[in-house]
């Protein structure tokens, strides 16, 4: 299990390895559908992104006593970003991205040539992963974008994942697709009687 | 109909959908991790599931933040209120909305507004059936966005899958559908399956077999050959859980069947996480619990 703090360096993000484990702590950005297409349409950023992580996470957040409960904050699909994450990794400093199912060519190659990698929560272990979070230091776009889709910015201790895309241009997901598309040849040979 | 005591038990349902996983989806994840390697990406993520689907039952949090659409099927008596119902339904709805079981998570699809209790426009979803007995049959599923990203709808004969009108033709179609979604979907989870139907009864019947039990066998001897063979074909892609490689990419693959016209033959997969929501309370006339399901 490799440990990292924000702010993520180069040197430390580089040092990471498709399939190796890391916990993060510090400060996470979510960030989902609404705020990667505002960003990318050159719309304001209220938050400094650089050497930061952002989590594709729309989290259950409840108003106790004038803070912020964090209830549920499992990761959501990364894939709907790819259009706009290339841009958003090489304008913003992003380092990391944490999020769940892969995401494609484009931020493939972003990833290598910036310097930031992809990891990979447990989609769905929302429970778990909201024991990670241990406040939240503000929250911008809320009436704008609604609970799922506001930008929190959120303070984590040990936020677990895998890393599934390196910055050596490495993808977890596209050896296992390729892995299953043989088998998928071979599965369809055996077919059943019509 | 006591307005209070219906909303009342109905929160509790819904309650319980959201943050208790049911025991045979739990079972058959712990199956999963079993045949992992002690040390796998796929054990590692098996077990986070495992140890969120505890957690969130002590605690009473959602297994997952997305708390997805709601699905109610109701079995009524013959001549029952069921704007009435509809109307409980919707109260309970908010109510679990502001008390944290649910997320909010319905939007406006024109103006992208976000309704602050979870009741828009054909939301939730209620599917109403009429049956002879004297109490009210409530099964909620919960289906997150997720997976319903990666459901879909074929129409047979397809060249490009080589997938003629017959059952070779549907597992064709299941296997697309499920290599095609690797880990996007939260697998593993289960597969709901129609053959035939309309292009809308399709994905409603999809979804109905998602009622059904992980163990369950199908009635139809010919479908429940299909589901064992197609569960063992799909478990042999290697996709996993949550697309990492390994031996469990679905939990069960459940086949309905609808008639369908000639001219069409359609086969419509529909997808559900390994955070499967689902749960049942049989309620009587005055809205007191008479069992819980599942």
Known sequence: ?194 | MKKAHWEKNLVELIRRASTDLPADVEAALRRALNREKKSSLAAWALESMLQNAARARRDGIPICQDTGELIFFFRVPVEFDTNGLAARARAAVSRATRLGYLRQNTLDAVSGASFETNVGYGAPTFCFEQGGRKTVDVRLVLKGGGCENVGGQYSLPDAGLDAGRDLEGVRRCVLDAVWRAQGAGCAPGVIGVCIGGSRASGHVHAKEQFLRRVGERNRVRALARLETKLLADVNRLGVGAMGLGGKTTALAVKIGALSRLPACFFVTVSAMCWAFRRRGVVLGPEGGVHRWLY
Not at chain 1, 119 to 128: M, S
Not at chain 1, 164 to 174: N, P, T, V
Request: glycine share 10%.
């Open chain 1, 1 to 194: 299990m490799k440990t990292l703090r924000y702010p993520f360096t180069a040197a430390a993000v580089k040092e990471l390895a498709v399939g190796e484990m890391v916990s993060l702590s510090g400060r996470v950005f979510t960030a989902r559908d609404r705020l990667h297409k505002h960003l990318y349409e050159g719309g304001r950023c209220p938050v400094n992104l650089k050497n930061g992580a952002i989590y594709h996470c729309g989290p259950i957040v409840l108003r106790r006593d004038r803070t912020w409960v964090v209830r549920a904050a499992g990761p959501t699909t990364s894939l709907r970003q790819e259009a706009y994450m290339p841009r958003l990794i090489a304008q913003h400093g992003i380092r990391v991205i944490v999020g769940k199912g892969g995401m494609g060519e484009g931020t493939r190659q972003a990833c290598a040539k910036c310097g930031c990698v992809y990891v990979q929560a447990v989609g769905g272990a929302a429970a778990l992963l909201a024991e990670a979070v241990r406040s939240v230091s503000a929250v911008h776009f809320l009436r704008e974008f609604g609970m799922a889709e506001a930008l929190w910015v959120l303070e984590v201790e040990n936020l677990r994942g895998v890393v599934a895309m390196d910055a050596q241009g490495r993808s977890l997901y596209r050896r296992v697709r390729e892995r299953s598309r043989r088998a998928l040849r071979d599965v369809l040979r055996n077919g059943v009687k019509a």
